[in-house]
């Protein structure tokens, strides 16, 4: 089992690259999508704050 997965990644080293390369995408657009949304709320808070 451990020996075939090993020829497995060894022969789709590239396959395995690209899985990883899409993985931390999608991590980061879940980190910039909070960021955005911090950022916005903070946007609102002070702009709340300013006309009250």
Known sequence: MFITTFYFINNNKDLL???IIINILNILKYIYLYII???FNILYT????LYT
Do not use: A, G, N, T
């Open 37 to 39: 949304l911090f950022f």
């Open 46 to 49: 002070y702009v709340y704050y």
């Open 17 to 19: 690259s690209f899985y």
